[in-house]
């Protein structure tokens, strides 16, 4: 099945609306069950740079000698544009 395949096959049971509704739902009750897992939590920037590499994105941390203080990620013609160099 491909992507258009499966559109159709979805919003032909469901209106786009309600399928996607139900798409960010799904994956917000997955992260609170990855993040909030007692005596299994992890740290939100562990995730978030789980889920970029596993989308083939590129992470940039910046960081002072303790806190993190900013992040970004993105595919790689978004993160050229962003850091022209």
């Not at 919003?11 to 007692?38: C, D, H, V």
């Not at 960081?63 to 990620?73: A, F």
């Amino acid at each position: 099945m491909n992507l258009q395949e499966l559109y159709d096959y979805i919003t032909s049971q469901l209106t786009p609306e309600e399928a996607l509704k139900r798409s960010l739902e799904a994956g917000l009750i997955n992260y609170k069950e990855i993040k909030f897992k007692k005596g299994k939590e992890i740290h939100p920037l562990i995730l978030i740079s789980m889920a970029a590499l596993e989308m083939g994105w590129r992470i940039a941390v910046e960081k002072d000698k303790e806190n993190v203080r900013g992040i970004s990620i993105g595919t790689k013609k978004y993160m050229d544009n962003l850091f022209k160099k």
